[in-house]
């Protein structure tokens, strides 16, 4: 009631100078929008090792016209070195006269040889420190130099991150192909029990009877499909079914696709993801329909690790030619389902000994263990994945 009254008692030209300094205040601000204009919107970075520190390549978006013909994301990469990461965002800066924003920034990308070599957490120290830096940030090891494949010419999109990107799609993630993981999640696991994580590995293909190949063919010196590049570039295209492996931040192993698609299969990820078994000598292709998995530590007495993992497939393709009652049907024989069934064992055997070879605990037994009785975390830590039992369970059914 005095509220009421005390309003009542306001001057109506104060209430209009109130009013006045409110609208310049609003519309004075720029309400965090960024200005294209001075600003680089990083899409990607590539980290190499050099002798003096560092060597960063950031992918900047370069908006195209307006058109449809001409509309789209076009890029530049811009390279820096310096004795820290910072060191070189700095030097980008300093380079172009452009800020540069991480917010947008999807994709870090990080060379071989510097992975080998030393704990790559130094490598995304400004990131992990960088309040901007999206935690979904996709994490890559590349074949070669990082930077090389920041900047190569993508046959399949404009920028060369955004095709790449492309390979860890959900619908890639599910197929059992490729597996992911992201900033947020590696340093999760780095600063765990267990130390180890893995990543995805990319290589780069050089596309035979592509757009540029057939410009220079016929004399042409048409522009490259993206990246900013000219006629003369290459392009390429991109593929990531191995898996690194990591411990303590160094590469430590490399999973080829079929241990990939087995570790897929443990984490119950796979959905529409095609592997190959066997119709007597025949090579027959299935689909997973279905797919549950999982691994546990039980260490009651010395630890054993029980991996399990539940397919439904149906027959997809035959290597031969079949009559076509056969290629009406989805059931699959008995005797192709215990080809599938020795062949997914195979392949999460070889899994869990690359694991035990390199020292990564990829499936984090560690982790397990430490979670359910620290007295017996203390007992077997150093020794756990060399004195381990695996007992592997494999079941694969027929789709009705």
Not at 218 to 226: E, F, L, M, R, T
Request: net charge negative.
């Amino acid at each position: 009631m005095r509220f009421k009254r005390f309003l009542q008692t306001v001057p109506m030209k104060l209430w209009l100078i109130l009013t006045a300094v409110v609208l310049f205040a609003f519309f004075s601000n720029d309400f965090g929008l960024v200005d294209i204009q001075k600003t680089a919107i990083i899409l990607a970075a590539g980290i190499d090792k050099t002798d003096e520190g560092f060597s960063v390549t950031a992918q900047i978006a370069v908006p195209k016209g307006s058109d449809r013909t001409t509309g789209g994301t076009s890029s530049v990469e811009i390279q820096a070195e310096g004795e820290t990461v910072s060191d070189c965002i700095s030097l980008i800066f300093s380079k172009t006269g452009w800020v540069p924003k991480l917010v947008f920034c999807d994709l870090i990308v990080l060379g071989e040889d510097a992975v080998k070599e030393e704990d790559i957490i130094s490598h995304l120290n400004y990131f992990l420190r960088n309040d901007y830096m999206p935690d979904s940030c996709l994490l890559a090891v590349c074949e070669g130099k990082a930077g090389e494949l920041i900047s190569s010419t993508s046959a399949i999109d404009d920028a060369s991150s955004l095709a790449i990107e492309k390979l860890f799609s959900e619908a890639a993630v599910k197929s059992g192909r490729v597996l992911t993981n992201t900033l947020k999640d590696f340093a999760i696991d780095y600063y765990g029990v267990s130390k180890c994580s893995y990543l995805p590995y990319v290589r780069m293909e050089e596309q035979e009877g592509g757009q540029n190949d057939s410009q220079t063919a016929a004399g042409g010196s048409g522009s490259s499909g993206g990246s900013g590049g000219s006629g003369g570039e290459k392009q390429q295209i991109y593929s990531a079914e191995q898996t690194a492996l990591f411990k303590e931040g160094r590469m430590v192993g490399l999973l080829p696709q079929e241990q990939t698609l087995a570790l897929s299969l443990l984490e119950g990820n796979v959905f529409t993801g095609t592997f190959n078994a066997k119709d007597g000598t025949m090579p027959v292709t299935l689909t997973v329909v279905r797919n549950e998995g999982g691994v546990k530590l039980d260490s009651a007495h010395a630890p054993k690790a029980e991996l399990s993992l539940s397919v439904t497939v149906r027959l997809c393709c035959r290597g031969v030619t079949a009559p076509v009652e056969d290629i009406a049907s989805d059931s699959v024989s008995p005797k192709i389902l215990e080809s599938a069934k020795k062949t997914l064992t195979g392949y999460v055997q070889t899994l869990w000994d690359m694991g035990k070879e390199s020292g990564c605990d990829i499936f984090g037994l560690t982790r397990m263990l430490y979670r359910s009785s620290l007295k017996k975390y203390e007992e077997w830590k150093d020794v756990l994945l060399s004195a381990v039992t695996p007992v592997i369970e494999t079941e694969v059914l027929s789709m009705k």
